[in-house]
């Protein structure tokens, strides 16, 4: 009996044994679980953080694109104006040197013009001298004469308009009407009776 009854009491003993052994297993595995959820809970705050540096990093960069882009542009608006100042300017002098250019052309033609008629002037005062009968020939030609006068004003008007391309056009038509005139004054002279 004193065997069954130290098995009743050993039973119990180990049972109690067996039982705070468990709690002590539990309190391990609490204790493991709460150093677990800690260690999560600051690798979580730690990913948090990083995110967060990560996020200013971003929102830094983002700024510096965002006036990088805005100082570019600013260049390149700077750039354009002044390109756009320097065209505008060319186009001014360009257009200056033009009108120059066609006021010395015209100045030219005048000049050339006044000689020639100069000569006709000469001679339409010997041909007032004449009788009609003597003038007849030459008064044909004289009519002749008045309309390359014509063509020559006309060829000095065409100056305003000329550009740089046309300039050379313009002055062999005054060149050629200017001949013309020239050669209508000799046949002219021609016609007149020889004194």
Do not use: W
Not at 51 to 59: I, W, Y
Not at 60 to 86: H, L, R, T, Y
Not at 127 to 139: M, Q, R, V
């Amino acid at each position: 009996m004193h065997h069954t009854f130290t098995a009743f009491m050993v039973a119990p003993a180990l049972a109690m044994a067996l039982l705070c052994a468990g709690c002590g297993k539990e309190q391990e595995i609490a204790a493991i679980q709460k150093a677990a959820d800690a260690k999560v809970a600051k690798v979580e705050e730690e990913a948090k953080a990083k995110l967060a540096a990560l996020q200013q990093q971003v929102e830094a960069v983002k700024a510096e694109a965002a006036d990088a882009s805005a100082q570019a542009k600013a260049m390149a608006d700077e750039a354009i104006s002044k390109a756009q100042s320097n065209v505008d300017e060319a186009a001014k002098e360009a257009q200056a040197a033009l009108a120059k250019a066609r006021e010395a052309y015209k100045a030219d033609a005048r000049t050339h013009l006044a000689e020639v008629n100069k000569e006709f002037t000469e001679l339409a005062i010997a041909a007032s001298k004449l009788s009609a009968k003597e003038k007849a020939g030459y008064d044909k030609a004289a009519k002749a004469i008045a309309g390359i006068q014509k063509d020559i004003q006309a060829d000095i008007t065409a100056f305003d308009k000329a550009e740089i391309e046309t300039f050379k056009t313009a002055k062999a038509k005054l060149a050629k009407d200017l001949a013309l005139m020239k050669a209508a004054i000799k046949t002219a002279r021609a016609k007149l009776p020889k004194h």
